[in-house]
């Protein structure tokens, strides 16, 4: 005879997960995320802006279906609500599932049998009812040849190219505008294709702007490499590619993935988010608006301009344990459920300080219309150091550690040239490094090797940030000149 099913916690439900509950799962991704941010953000040398994007926009649309659920009157109610939302999260894509699934078993729980199997994927089609490139596929040498016979890679320029730190690995994203071998419609696209490639765990980079034109791509059993001009390479462990072109659907693979692609009106269309039948109340409300802010404004590192403007480390701090602590609110007994979510708000301006408290309260204000939740500092603050919170030394940084450099190409008379740089600068003795990001308009050269991304060194500067002025890494691993002086100074 079977024995009876041991009793399931307090709050969990037949449907949770592992015999938790459902919202345990939902709070403990948010408390991850948060975790995750800060982790990639901890070490401006070692500042991984993907991994942070990653998990800030996870919760981009998903905020207002976890406090939806905690909020619910009746843990039934809330492990329906939760287990939807979960089920909807995990639907957006494979990465996205992925991620879940990863950082929940961090969690200590298996959500993978909760999820419904991923989908096969399917080409999409534009609104003219053209069907357009794939999703970004693994680099292999079959896939190459498919590109070669629609593309002359042998004529491609290179338009950009971006070399970053992600953590102890570096990642890549090169960029080539190829020429078409097929013709387009009358009247069509005339500008080359855009030929992204992404490389993960580069082990060798080379560049030099004045050899931009050619390339080869070569798949190999220990990964991949990418040759550029007659010096130029790049070597990964694992590659993806992706086109940008609107007349893709004319070239040899576009005319086969158009015969096996249903029409537009016949495809699938997006899943539906949950209903929130049950919506939080005005403080919970609060609650999730500045939440869902404040991710939107850790997200915006995706930007390189914006890397160092973001208080990523202070935001992580003060929304340490946010998950758990929105799942306690919302478990409060109905009566006290909106003044817990009025405490928590509280807390977390507590936490921030002055300058993070003036600018949580302008959120709600603005886009909660409560100004009646934080009592704000007006008293000016001194200017503090990006991601650090320290003050800025004055002195000029002798040594740095590089954390990004781009090259973009010319592509219009409005559009110059630009190099970008993400440098990791020393604050002081004991202090955390800080991140800066500095560009220059149409640079003279530009010449990038791996050994750059080694750790600190010696950081050489010659002429004005305003003016005529080059600025050297590791003994010219890299090297930037321009005649137009800097966005910002580098100190």
């Known amino acids: 005879m079977t024995p009876p099913a041991a009793p399931l916690p307090p709050g969990a439900s037949p449907e949770g997960v592992n015999g938790a509950p459902a919202m345990a799962v939902f709070a403990a991704l948010l408390d991850r995320s948060v975790v995750q941010i800060a982790e990639a953000a901890a070490d401006a040398r070692r500042y991984d802006r993907e991994a942070i994007r990653a998990a800030s926009d996870a919760w981009d649309n998903h905020l207002f279906p976890f406090f939806g659920a905690a909020h619910s009157a009746h843990a039934h109610k809330r492990e329906q609500r939760a287990l939807a939302a979960l089920k909807w999260m995990a639907g957006i894509s494979v990465r996205r599932r992925r ?174 988010p949950p209903p929130l039948d049950g919506k939080p109340g005005p403080d919970a409300r609060a609650a999730a608006v500045l939440l869902r802010h404040v991710m939107w404004e850790i997200r915006t590192v995706r930007y390189p301009g914006r890397a160092d403007r973001v208080p990523v480390r202070d935001l992580c701090r003060v929304f340490e344990g946010a998950g758990t602590a929105i799942l306690a609110a919302g478990s409060a007994p109905r009566p006290d459920r909106e003044a817990a979510f009025r405490d928590l708000i509280r807390v977390w301006a507590d936490r921030g300080g002055p300058e993070l408290s003036r600018s949580f309260a302008g959120i709600l204000r603005s886009s909660a219309g409560r100004d009646d939740l934080i009592e704000a500092d007006e008293t000016p603050v001194r200017a503090r150091s990006p991601l650090t919170g320290t003050t800025r030394t004055p002195e000029p940084p002798r040594r740095a550690a590089l954390v990004m450099a781009a090259w973009t190409a010319a592509r219009a008379a409005e559009r110059p040239a630009e190099a970008q740089l993400q440098l990791a600068l020393p604050d002081g003795p004991g202090a955390p490094w800080r991140l800066r990001t500095v560009s220059c308009a149409t640079p003279r050269d530009f010449r990038l090797a791996d050994a750059a991304f080694q750790g600190p060194g010696a950081l050489a500067r010659t002429g004005k940030a305003t003016g005529p002025s080059s600025l050297d890494l590791h003994r010219g691993a890299l090297y930037v000149a321009t005649e137009e002086g800097w966005s910002a100074a580098v100190g």
């Open 99 to 272: 991620w879940m699934t990863e950082q929940a078993a961090l969690a200590g729980y298996d959500i993978g049998p909760l999820l419904a199997p991923v989908e096969p994927y399917v080409p999409g089609r534009d609104y003219r009812g053209h069907v357009m490139a794939p999703l970004p596929r693994t680099v292999t040498r079959k896939r190459v040849g498919e590109l070669l016979a629609d593309y002359d890679l042998a004529a491609a320029e290179v338009s950009h190219l971006r070399v970053e730190r992600a953590g102890a690995e570096l990642t890549a994203l090169l960029q080539l505008a190829v020429p078409r071998r097929f013709a387009v419609e009358e009247g069509g696209a005339v500008d080359p294709a855009l030929l992204n490639v992404a490389l993960d765990r580069v082990t060798e980079a080379a560049f030099d702007r004045s050899d931009t034109r050619g390339a080869v791509l070569d798949p190999r059993a220990d990964g991949i490499a990418v040759s550029v001009g007659a010096g130029g390479r790049l070597r990964a462990e694992a590659a993806e590619y992706w086109c940008d072109d609107r007349s893709w659907y004319r070239s040899t693979a576009g005319r086969r993935a158009d015969a096996v692609t249903p029409p537009r009106g016949d495809r699938p269309g997006r899943r539906e």
